[in-house]
């Protein structure tokens, strides 16, 4: 069997982040067809769960970036690389130097997701806790009350590029920290970032999913740094002609913009598919 793996926003999703029309139908065709294809993401499982939907998803799906396997039939995680105490201490002292607020995600056993956090200073901070609790669900708290035993798979933060540079400086120090940034949605000037254990990425995790499904090829594709590790590991990767520089190289080949359904083109004609 081969197991197509998506990157989501920048990759699958077109500027709109969603799945445009053509690119459902060319799902639902590789569906048909029984082709097994899954996504490797950043987002979420609740960021990711609407835009799934209907699309033909049922195999196990890849979140932040490879720490949570989620199970879509069993509605159940297999699979989470969740963060050490010294870790999260280190992670948490280096953004609160940097002056901005850290948001803190955990699961819980009956696999509800939560964020704490401390006072919000900024607008756009305030906007982003809003957006988390209306549109993708969790549960927001405050982080005084972190439980003690809580499993904290991530944190996260968003702010001015300087701050933000400086906790992705401090913790690529951490030998078992990965952390990735990059210009953020919310407005013009700010960036985001998100740390998580070295062990919990899109690599490691597809080669799970290889053993699990008893995949005999890989195909991946993606557009950032985030997606390096699957490249690595997938026995074909292609990146859309939006990606980063260095990820355009990596890859086997380049393919079509993804605001044009470069991926959904490039699928109809590597697996026979009709092209209208």
Known sequence: MELIVFDLDGTLLNRSGSISPYTRATLAQLSAKGV??????????HG???????A??????????????????EEDYSHCQALTLPEIEHILRAVFD???????FTLSPDNEQGVFHPPLELEVEKSLAKEFARTRGMHMEPL???????LITNISALGAPEPIDAVLKEVASEEHLVAYGGDAFEGQGLKWLDVHHTEGSKGAAVELLRQQLGASKVICFGDSDNDLSMFATADECYAPANAKAHVLEAADAVIGHHDEDGVARFLRERFNLPAD
Do not use: C, E, M
């Open 144 to 150: 005084s009350t972190l439980p003690a035993d809580a």
């Open 98 to 104: 940097s002056g901005i607020s850290p948001f803190v």
């Open 36 to 45: 097994a294809y899954t996504v490797a993401t950043g987002r979420t499982l």
């Open 56 to 73: 033909g998803f049922k195999h196990p799906q890849v979140f932040k970036n490879g720490v949570l396997i989620w199970h879509p039939i």
């Open 48 to 54: 990711a769960r609407d835009l799934l939907t209907d």
